[in-house]
């Protein structure tokens, strides 16, 4: 069952906890987290053309999540029998084996929940007229806290790089204090985050390279 919402999702708030049916197995939300992160995604609907390419994609990617410590968790506007059927037609046209879970949520309780409700394309709603999950991503990290919040229209596939990418950012971030520019990938230089400074930045980073006052760039601590 799913709680009310009280206030809108935000980035730093905790992300609503909920328990649901998912094929593999009933879970509690913060209890399947643990002391993982977690990239929470939606789907508007069963056996759809563009959420079979994503799911296959995810699949394929889930061992470099796992890496990371992230865990996977899907979500589609059906019922836990119908998700079952379409992931053998998800492994079998990608090829990969989808072993995350996926929510049923024919109701869009959960959808509700996470705002992941299309009201603009009135187009896109059921045989009763009732609005589909739009393609929502949530990366939440142990602490149950909310770090990404992503929104794509039914008509898009999502980037799954960018989302390992941000993965990448985030858990990078926590760990040197540092940000990532624009289009930074592992491995590149990184930013030197504002509130290290002084001796403090120059101790941390040895090959700070400052081009502004606010903006210095460095190669990681263990790339130097």
Same mark, same amino acid.
């Given at each position: 069952?799913?709680?009310?919402?009280?206030?809108?999702?935000?980035?730093?708030?905790?992300?609503?906890?909920?328990?649901?049916?998912?094929?593999?197995?009933?879970?509690?939300?913060?209890?399947?987290? $643990? =002391? @993982?992160?977690?990239?929470?995604?939606?789907?508007?609907?069963?056996?759809?053309?563009?959420? !079979? #390419?994503?799911?296959? +994609?995810?699949?394929?990617?889930?061992?470099?999540?796992?890496?990371?410590?992230?865990?996977?968790?899907?979500?589609?506007?059906?019922?836990?029998?119908?998700?079952?059927?379409?992931?053998?037609?998800?492994?079998?046209?990608?090829?990969?084996?989808?072993?995350?879970?996926?929510? $049923? =949520? @024919?109701?869009?309780?959960?959808?509700?929940?996470?705002?992941?409700?299309?009201?603009?394309? !009135? #187009?896109?709603?059921? +045989?009763?007229?009732?609005?589909?999950?739009?393609?929502?991503?949530?990366?939440?990290?142990?602490?149950?806290?909310?770090?990404?919040?992503?929104?794509?229209?039914?008509?898009?596939?999502?980037?799954?790089?960018?989302?390992?990418?941000?993965?990448?950012?985030?858990?990078?971030?926590?760990?040197?204090?540092?940000?990532?520019?624009?289009?930074?990938?592992?491995?590149?230089?990184?930013?030197?985050?504002?509130?290290?400074?002084?001796?403090?930045?120059?101790?941390?980073?040895?090959?700070?390279?400052?081009?502004?006052?606010?903006?210095?760039?460095?190669?990681?601590?263990?790339?130097?």
């Amino acid at each position: 069952m799913a709680e009310s919402r009280p206030v809108p999702l935000r980035l730093g708030t905790i992300a609503p906890n909920f328990q649901a049916d998912t094929t593999n197995g009933p879970i509690d939300l913060h209890e399947f987290i $643990g =002391d @993982k992160w977690l990239v929470f995604f939606s789907h508007p609907e069963d056996y759809t053309p563009v959420c !079979t #390419t994503e799911l296959g +994609e995810m699949a394929r990617l889930d061992p470099e999540f796992q890496k990371r410590g992230v865990k996977l968790l899907g979500l589609s506007a059906n019922t836990i029998g119908s998700h079952e059927g379409w992931i053998k037609d998800i492994n079998e046209v990608t090829g990969s084996q989808v072993k995350f879970p996926i929510v $049923g =949520d @024919k109701e869009r309780k959960i959808a509700y929940l996470y705002d992941m409700i299309d009201y603009q394309d !009135t #187009t896109n709603v059921d +045989e009763k007229g009732i609005a589909f999950t739009i393609r929502s991503v949530f990366i939440i990290d142990p602490k149950k806290t909310i770090r990404t919040i992503l929104s794509y229209p039914a008509s898009t596939g999502r980037n799954s790089a960018e989302i390992l990418r941000i993965v990448d950012s985030l858990q990078t971030g926590d760990k040197y204090k540092i940000t990532t520019p624009i289009n930074w990938v592992p491995g590149d230089d990184v930013i030197v985050h504002p509130s290290v400074q002084g001796e403090q930045a120059k101790e941390m980073f040895p090959n700070l390279r400052a081009v502004k006052p606010y903006l210095r760039f460095t190669p990681l601590p263990n790339k130097a």
